[in-house]
Every structure is written in C-alpha cells, then in structure tokens.
C-alpha cells in the first residue's frame, strides 16, 4: 500500500501543480497518463482478487475520489487513506452484485420431470412453452410477464426456437458486465461438462444409435443466443453464442444427488475458479473444449478423422506433458487412471487407443478417412475413448486432491515411471 499512496501522490502533484481547468479532471481526460494508468494498475493488484470485484467500479470509485481530492487541492495520500478506499471500493463489489440466471437452450435433451437445486434447474423440452415460462418465474422470483418480456427479446433475435428446447437454469451471483461478458463463456463450460459427464459417468459404450428415442427428435433452427435474467431490467440481455449445445442423451441422471453434487463440483472448479495459464485447471478446461469439438465432429460422416485427432489430442493434452513420445505416455496412463465397467481388461483401451491412433496416421499422412460402422452390439474404438477420457477429465476434482503439493507433470511422471515397467 506505500508504493499506491505514492502513486496516488504522484498523480494529484501532476494534476494540481500543473493547474489543469475542472474541464480536464471532471471529465477524466487523463486517464490515458502513465501517471494514472500505473495508479489504477495498483490498485487492481490490491482488490481484483476479491469475491465480486469489477474494474469498471473500480475506476468508477477511484476516479470518483480523484475529483473530491483535486477540488480541495490535495496533493498528499497517506497509507490509511488507501486503506479506506481500498475498504469503499469492496463495499461497492458486494452492493452492486445481484442475482443473474444463465438460461441455456439444450437442444434433442430427454428428460422426464423437472430438475430444481440452487445452482442448477433444467427445465424439460416437452412442456409447454406457457409451463416453461410458469417455471422459470419461479425459479428467478420475476413475474410471468417479465419473463416472457425478456424471452421474447431473445427469440427475435436469430433464436426462434428457443423455447422448442429443455432448458438449463444456471443461477450465479455477481456483477452484471461480469455477467454478460462471461455469459457465453460460462454456458459453454456447463455444456461441455454435461457432456463430458454424460459420456464419461453414464454412457455405455454398446449403446446403439437406434435406442436413442425417435420420439424426442423434432425440427427446430439453430439457436444463437442465451439468456439473461435479472430482478432488475438493466441486468436481462441475451448473450450471442457460436458454439452447439446439443445434448442428444438424457438428463434424467441428475435427479440423482450424488450426481448432480459431482456435476456441480466440476462446474465451480473447472468453469468458475480463477486458473493462472499454466495451471493444471487450464489444462483441463482446454482439454474439455477439445473433447467436445471432437463429439461434434465425429457425429457427422464427413468430419469422422477429425473427430478422431481431437480425441487424440484430448487425451495428450492431459497426460502427455513431457518427455517419451505422446503416443506412449496416453498408452500407459490412461487405463492406470480409468476403469470401465464391463471391459475387464486394461489392454481393451490400450488396443483401443492403438486403432484411433492408427487412424489418426492414416488419415494425417495417407488422406485414408477413419469410418465407425453402427452395427448393433459392436464396440468401435472411439466409443472407448470417449467414455475413458470423459471419464478422466471428471475426474478432475479428485485429481487435484491426489497431486496434493506436487504438479500435474511431477505426478503423471511418477504414474509413467511405476507403469512402464509392468507394461509390455
């Protein structure tokens, strides 16, 4: 706080010596100054760590108590004074957070009843589009009118069929341009995780294309945005979306607490927790983006070898980090980290990885496009690793416990070296 307090003293020396006019302070025309700009530096050092904090409030305080100083011509900031601000600036974070629910369409999701918790509610496709708006005004506390004011807005805007879909509630307190600058960043990590989960937790991997419930196919255009929902007007919005978030399973699973305890952990370690670049978070959270790109692409004919070098690439972009060529570490680890009921053998996902690796070749270096036949009872290999690696990305909050002090890449040496051994 001695180095903020000088620089604070610095910037009011400049503006109050130099005799700038009240036009100049009052409209903050020096706030592209180095003088100020390593001022607000410093100050986001000390409060940008806190629960709710917001830049724009910031600035809005500190410039604010820049103008109050400068009419009485202060030119002096001692220590206490940074602490008050620094103490006002918090009170403003906790006073202007609210409320806001991320209301995310899941196209061709089954689910039989409604899913209520704090955190999550997932509203299902096939009611009707008065029910839905019934549930949502309860879930926000908002009138039936305000919520089908706001939605409306949303449909009009490229998403006609927003309200054709089951849809997730995700309710998270904090700042509204937070908010709407993360919404779609948000939603994207809730649906990928769902996913993920789906496939790692629940999805079996016999399961045949022809079981899935032709009933819960139906037309609909693609959606482009989300929804935001507020107690107060200027909260709402809709935020644009450019990814898919179809969920062509059922959800019916989370009705079950132990899983949507699991599903809810993920969400506030993987999507909601501050990660520094290099962390092992982000490491995970890029993986998850790239695991659900390969879904996407693998659910179309033409886009089957690509879906096959994404899933590969998911699973080196956890376990291979250093040292010995990818292909052996994701060999070794993989089934050292993950069990699949109903395959009693480890060498099932090894030999499993060795085929979509070998497509994987074929097609980078050959142009030889990989092909998954649906043939009833068939087990192809991608079905493994999808269900593998899903797995291994959910267990992500028990991966962390396990490493304890050491890194991700101490820890996954230490795996490699204990299974090479024992592994040929």
Same mark, same amino acid.
């Given at each position: 706080?001695?180095?903020?307090?000088?620089?604070?003293?610095?910037?009011?020396?400049?503006?109050?010596?130099?005799?700038?006019?009240?036009?100049?302070?009052?409209?903050?025309?020096?706030?592209?100054?180095?003088?100020?700009?390593?001022?607000?530096?410093?100050?986001?050092?000390?409060?940008?760590?806190?629960?709710?904090?917001?830049?724009?409030?910031?600035?809005?305080?500190?410039?604010?108590?820049?103008?109050?100083?400068?009419?009485?011509?202060?030119?002096?900031?001692? !220590?206490?004074?940074?602490?008050?601000?620094?103490?006002? *600036?918090?009170?403003?974070? +906790?006073?202007?957070?609210?409320?806001?629910?991320?209301? *995310?369409?899941?196209?061709?999701?089954?689910?039989?009843?409604?899913?209520?918790?704090?955190?999550?509610?997932?509203?299902?496709?096939?009611?009707?589009?008065?029910?839905?708006?019934?549930?949502?005004?309860?879930?926000?506390?908002?009138?039936?009118?305000?919520?089908?004011?706001?939605?409306? =807005?949303?449909?009009?805007?490229?998403? /006609?069929?927003?309200?054709? =879909?089951?849809?997730?509630?995700?309710? %998270?307190?904090?700042?509204?341009?937070?908010?709407?600058?993360?919404?779609?960043? !948000?939603?994207?990590?809730?649906?990928?995780?769902?996913?993920?989960?789906? &496939?790692?937790?629940?999805?079996?991997?016999?399961?045949?294309?022809?079981?899935?419930?032709?009933?819960?196919?139906?037309?609909?255009?693609?959606?482009?945005? +989300?929804? !935001?929902?507020?107690?107060?007007?200027?909260?709402?919005? %809709?935020?644009? *979306?450019?990814?898919?978030?179809?969920?062509?399973?059922?959800?019916?699973?989370? %009705?079950?607490?132990? =899983?949507?305890?699991?599903?809810?952990?993920?969400?506030?370690?993987?999507?909601?927790?501050?990660?520094? /670049?290099?962390?092992?978070?982000? @490491?995970?959270?890029?993986?998850?983006?790239? &695991?659900?790109?390969?879904?996407?692409?693998?659910?179309?004919?033409?886009?089957?070898?690509?879906?096959? +070098?994404?899933?590969?690439?998911?699973?080196?972009?956890?376990?291979?980090?250093?040292? %010995?060529?990818?292909?052996?570490?994701?060999?070794?680890?993989? /089934?050292?980290?993950?069990?699949?009921?109903?395959?009693?053998?480890?060498?099932?996902?090894?030999?499993? @990885?060795?085929?979509? &690796?070998?497509?994987?070749?074929? &097609?980078? =270096?050959?142009?030889?496009?990989?092909?998954?036949?649906?043939?009833?009872?068939?087990?192809?290999?991608?079905?493994?690793?999808?269900?593998?690696?899903?797995?291994?990305?959910?267990?992500?909050?028990? @991966?962390?416990?396990?490493?304890?002090?050491?890194?991700?890449?101490?820890? @996954?040496?230490?795996?490699?070296?204990?299974?090479?051994?024992?592994?040929?």
């Amino acid at each position: 706080m001695k180095n903020t307090a000088k620089l604070y003293s610095s910037l009011l020396n400049f503006l109050v010596n130099r005799k700038f006019d009240d036009y100049y302070i009052k409209n903050y025309e020096y706030i592209n100054e180095k003088v100020y700009r390593n001022l607000e530096s410093s100050f986001g050092e000390l409060v940008m760590n806190e629960n709710y904090s917001d830049y724009s409030l910031l600035q809005d305080v500190l410039l604010n108590d820049i103008y109050l100083r400068c009419s009485k011509r202060e030119t002096e900031v001692l !220590i206490d004074d940074i602490q008050k601000l620094i103490e006002r *600036i918090k009170e403003v974070f +906790l006073l202007n957070k609210d409320e806001h629910f991320i209301l *995310i369409p899941l196209p061709e999701l089954k689910l039989e009843e409604l899913i209520y918790t704090e955190m999550i509610s997932i509203i299902p496709r096939k009611m009707s589009e008065e029910d839905k708006v019934t549930h949502l005004s309860k879930i926000t506390g908002l009138s039936i009118a305000n919520v089908k004011n706001s939605l409306s =807005h949303t449909k009009q805007s490229r998403s /006609p069929d927003f309200m054709k =879909h089951a849809i997730l509630v995700f309710n %998270h307190t904090g700042q509204t341009e937070y908010i709407r600058y993360n919404a779609s960043f !948000i939603a994207r990590g809730i649906v990928s995780l769902l996913r993920a989960y789906y &496939y790692g937790e629940i999805y079996e991997v016999d399961e045949y294309l022809s079981n899935i419930d032709i009933l819960n196919l139906y037309n609909y255009e693609t959606n482009h945005h +989300l929804a !935001i929902l507020a107690k107060d007007s200027w909260r709402q919005g %809709h935020s644009t *979306i450019s990814y898919s978030t179809k969920c062509s399973f059922s959800a019916d699973f989370l %009705h079950d607490t132990e =899983h949507m305890e699991k599903f809810t952990q993920l969400i506030k370690q993987l999507v909601l927790t501050k990660e520094s /670049p290099k962390s092992m978070g982000n @490491l995970f959270y890029g993986a998850l983006r790239t &695991y659900n790109k390969s879904l996407d692409l693998i659910s179309d004919r033409e886009s089957q070898s690509l879906g096959v +070098l994404l899933m590969i690439t998911t699973a080196e972009t956890i376990l291979a980090q250093e040292n %010995h060529s990818n292909r052996m570490k994701v060999r070794v680890l993989l /089934p050292r980290f993950v069990e699949i009921p109903n395959l009693l053998e480890r060498r099932t996902i090894i030999d499993s @990885l060795e085929q979509l &690796y070998k497509m994987r070749n074929e &097609y980078a =270096h050959a142009g030889k496009e990989a092909y998954f036949s649906e043939i009833e009872g068939e087990v192809n290999s991608y079905n493994i690793a999808k269900k593998a690696i899903g797995k291994l990305i959910c267990m992500y909050p028990e @991966l962390c416990l396990n490493i304890g002090t050491n890194s991700w890449e101490d820890y @996954l040496k230490e795996k490699f070296n204990n299974g090479i051994d024992g592994f040929f």
